[in-house]
Nanobody, 126 residues
Framework: QVQLVESGGGLVQVGGSLRLSCVASGPTFSPYAVAWFRQASGREREFVAGSKRSGTYTYYTDSVKGRFTFSRDNAKNAVYLQMNDLRLEDTAVYYC???????????????????WGQGTQVTVSS
């Protein structure tokens, strides 16, 4: 059983930066696919960034490429999302998700993940 706890959200102005953290308790994180999703008010949950296993290719949604960086720290059983040049449309609740059975065709699908954190609010203001 994997338990995920996110932190690092907050209120930031347009163009600012935040770093989200997701720490896992339970088994080691490295064989798990881990991803960040976000859900804005009234919208569906969407994939932001993630990787299938530690050390493999990182996927990003197009709207965050060049601004967000996904990283993993196996020693700390943690993943991070460095978010730079934040925009109003980045405002959402951000969730960390994990699963051992993710393949390339499912990495962007929230339904494919069994384990979720509680979410952390990111609000970008003008």
């Amino acid at each position: 059983q994997v338990q995920l706890v996110e932190s690092g959200g907050g209120l930031v102005q347009v163009g600012g930066s935040l770093r989200l953290s997701c720490v896992a308790s339970g088994p080691t994180f490295s064989p798990y696919a881990v991803a960040w999703f976000r859900q804005a008010s009234g919208r569906e949950r969407e994939f932001v960034a993630g990787s299938k296993r530690s050390g493999t290719y990182t996927y990003y949604t197009d709207s965050v490429k060049g601004r967000f960086t996904f990283s993993r720290d196996n020693a700390k059983n943690a993943v991070y999302l460095q978010m730079n040049d934040l925009r109003l449309e980045d405002t959402a609740v951000y969730y960390c998700a994990a699963d051992r059975n993710i393949i390339t065709s499912t990495i962007r699908s929230p339904q494919a993940y069994d384990y979720w954190g509680q979410g952390t609010q990111v609000t970008v203001s003008s």
